[in-house]
């Protein structure tokens, strides 16, 4: 029998990671994660800050990101969310009042 539970991490407010994160679900960032972040899905908060590298399915980015993303599927930029780096992904949505300063690549696999 398959197994449906999702895994759901979070990062709190009062909370900063720095170093490697592999999470094999969906994590959300209140706090501040410094480093390298691979996973499944991420979706960073309006309190929220990522600074790293990031390798995910997908991303979406309601705080503050910079850095270098890859994502296999899309990158959605709130109207909160601040984005600048590098953006690697099939599709990218940005939210009116999202803020995106970084080099964009999208493609198709």
Do not use: W, Y
Not at 23 to 39: A, C
Request: aromatic letters at 2%; one cysteine or more.
């Amino acid at each position: 029998m398959a197994d449906h539970h999702q895994v759901f991490s979070i990062i709190d407010r009062d909370l900063e990671v720095d170093g490697s994160i592999v999470d094999k679900g969906n994590l959300v960032v209140k706090g501040t994660v410094k480093g390298t972040l691979t996973g499944k899905s991420v979706v960073i908060s309006e309190e929220g800050t990522v600074l790293a590298d990031v390798n995910v399915e997908t991303m979406t980015i309601g705080g503050r990101f910079e850095g270098r993303v890859e994502t296999s599927g899309k990158v959605l930029i709130l109207a909160t969310g601040r984005c600048s780096g590098e953006v690697v992904c099939q599709d990218l949505v940005v939210e009116p009042g999202g803020q995106l300063n970084a080099r964009i690549t999208c493609q198709r696999t």
